[in-house]
């Protein structure tokens, strides 16, 4: 990590007013001062890791992210809407097709983090735990490969075509 004169100036000044107004905050200004004053920047990106980014995903991720949760969503919506003969062929495990993405291998995680839990966007996940632990996505690609040939309607759609995107 590299920081300017000035922007050296401006940290240190900023902490200053922290200490000197006890705000307590999520970084502890003695130790900013500390690392900067001992020239041990690294020490910032170490202790505040969740801060600096070399870069965020890309803009592909973020539409791709989208374009999963907007694909779970119907579907779920469409195994909710279908007669009750016709939800018995789905099986119990399939019927909330969204599990999250892998928190420790996959950008689309900290996306859907923001989309749905800051953002508030699909509030059908906002409860769900978001880290499937594993690598789901190859699996919601090749459904989502399904899902795009077939035309959104009203009420969903029916069971051949949940099935279809299932068994991708």
Sequence with gaps: MEMSDGEKLIAVMLADLLQA?????ELDPEFVKEAIFGNDLWALKWEYGSLFHDEGPDEATVR??????????FVEYSIKELKPE???????????????????????????????????????????????????????????????????????????????????
Aim: with cysteine.
């Design 64 to 73: 791709e992210t989208a374009d999963i949760l907007t694909m779970c969503s």
């Design 86 to 168: 016709e939800l018995a062929q789905i099986p119990q495990d399939q019927r909330e097709l969204f599990e999250g993405f892998d928190g420790n291998h996959d950008d689309h995680f900290g996306v859907s983090i923001m989309l749905i839990q800051k953002m508030k966007r699909w509030p059908e996940f906002a409860g769900r735990g978001l880290n499937s632990h594993s690598m789901v996505l190859p699996n919601y690609r090749r459904m989502y490969e399904v899902f795009k040939g077939f035309e959104i309607r009203h009420g969903g759609f029916n069971l051949d075509e949940i099935q279809a995107i299932l068994a991708a």
């Design 21 to 25: 107004q006890g705000v307590k905050g």
